[in-house]
């Protein structure tokens, strides 16, 4: 689950900034607010990639997803690309814990075949 999920958080890293790059160009927001809350964003995308295996890492991984979801109202791309990368999160979820099940299926099905050598 692991690497699945920090490929899709390493992707979002790079959208935030993008989007970032684009929010610049809205007369009403400074250049300090755009780059605090995305520089925000972005350091959650890369600390999430450490601690996704952890209780409680999935969930900040959806309030993220969220988050990203809600910066459409900045940058109206970001409704579809929020949506975009929750659909790659649940899949990078979903299909990681069921990858994770296998490889301790099998790792339990070499140990138990493998015989000692005492």
């Known amino acids: 689950m692991r690497t699945l999920c920090s490929s899709t958080l390493i992707g979002e890293f790079f959208i935030i900034g993008f ?23 972005m350091f959650l995308c890369l ?11 999935v969930a900040l991984g959806w309030v993220l997803q969220i988050a990203l979801i809600a910066s459409g109202f900045v940058v109206p791309t970001m409704f579809f690309l929020g949506v975009v990368f929750a659909a790659l999160w649940w899949a990078s979820v979903h299909y990681g814990r069921k990858v994770d099940e296998a490889k301790a299926r099998f790792a339990a099905q070499a140990d138990s075949t493998t015989p000692d050598a005492a």
Request: charged share 15%; hydrophobic share 45%.
């Open 19 to 41: 989007a970032g790059l684009v929010a610049m160009k809205d007369d009403d927001l400074s250049t300090a607010t755009v780059w605090t809350v995305s520089g925000i964003a």
């Open 47 to 57: 600390a999430l990639c450490g601690v996704i295996t952890r209780p409680g890492g």
